[in-house]
């Protein structure tokens, strides 16, 4: 075993596996959680931090659960509304620029200003660490940093909070929320295979995220599904529609879907959203491409939309968020 200092952090790691403590919040996060049945490498043992350390933290706030904020939709707004907060370059990335000190002040400052507009939960997603590895190559360092923040913003608002680690690190976004009392994930590549920018997805992720989940206790971590994920091809699919493609992912185990455009900040076809809708009495969430605009058509179908590039200044999602933004896309779907 090496002990390897990086900034605040402590990495241990051990062939083929790591683990990762950020000394600061006494977080815990795994990496490198494939290959065997149960998403552990053959021979390693899973590490765990202590039950008390772990009932402690998520009891720290009682938030309350996505899903359960939709089923309790507000008559008076036709939908919920999930802010992005886009968590600036992480370490060891090709653009990072900032300390982890000061990516998690920027991620609070966004966090906050998403809740005191009136929005009903927040996603972090590390969508700035492009050009993006997948799964196994994620580093220990994204799992930690990602954990950091998390545990920052969730402990600074008050409305669910939710994790995405790009790309495809959907175990290690359980072993996140888990760890940091996060009632759910958004997940790419649930069934069926992907051609994605980042590369070929050849495998489905649900067989062994759930298995995965379920070995760690992690159940009441809900999965938000992607259905034929933005940037990429689904030429080797196209012969499944969305609403086949949704009693695929119903069929195994997702807990809501998410459906887009084709790429950050294009918008979801309305007949899309329709038959995922109509294919499902899961919740149905929009991810990509709300405006004021467009949010009431979407929402007499979706029961939440994600917004993330419109809230920024200019439409633009590497930019600051715009408070004025933040008000319009409110009061599009009522307050």
Not at 34 to 40: D, I, N, R, V, Y
Not at 102 to 119: P, R, V, W, Y
Not at 300 to 306: G, N, V
Request: net charge neutral.
């Amino acid at each position: 075993m090496v002990v390897r200092p990086w900034g605040s952090f402590v990495l241990l790691t051990r062939s083929g596996g790591a683990a990762a403590y950020d000394l600061g919040y006494t977080t815990y996060a795994i990496n490198r959680l494939c290959t065997s049945e149960h998403g552990l490498k053959s021979g390693l043992s899973r590490p765990k931090a202590p039950p008390e350390v772990i009932k402690q933290r998520m009891n720290q706030h009682t938030h309350p659960n996505l899903s359960s904020i939709i089923a309790q939709r507000d008559p008076a707004r036709s939908a919920r509304l999930i802010g992005m907060v886009h968590a600036g370059a992480l370490p060891g990335t090709p653009f990072s620029a900032q300390s982890v000190e000061q990516l998690e002040q920027q991620a609070i400052t966004e966090a906050k200003q998403i809740e005191d507009s009136g929005f009903d939960a927040i996603i972090v997603e590390n969508m700035h660490d492009a050009p993006y590895v997948h799964g196994d190559q994620l580093g220990p360092e994204i799992v930690a940093a990602m954990s950091r923040l998390t545990l920052a913003v969730r402990n600074a608002v008050s409305i669910p909070v939710g994790i995405q680690i790009l790309s495809g690190g959907n175990r290690h976004a359980i072993a996140v929320a888990y760890t940091n009392g996060l009632p759910f994930i958004r997940c790419e590549n649930f069934v069926f295979a992907h051609i994605a920018d980042e590369g070929l997805l050849p495998e489905a992720e649900a067989g062994g995220l759930l298995r995965y989940r379920k070995s760690i206790g992690a159940e009441h971590v809900k999965v938000f599904c992607d259905l034929k994920k933005k940037h990429a091809s689904h030429a080797i699919t196209s012969d499944v529609d969305l609403a086949q493609t949704a009693h695929a992912a119903e069929f195994f185990g997702a807990d809501g879907f998410v459906v887009t455009g084709i790429s950050t900040g294009k918008a979801a076809a309305l007949d899309d959203v329709k038959a995922v809708r109509n294919a499902t009495k899961l919740p149905v969430i929009v991810g990509s491409g709300v405006t004021p605009g467009y949010a009431e058509s979407l929402s007499e179908y979706a029961d939440a939309l994600i917004v993330g590039s419109y809230i920024k200044h200019d439409g633009f999602w590497k930019n600051p968020v715009d408070p004025e933004r933040l008000l319009a896309i409110v009061n599009a779907i009522g307050a």
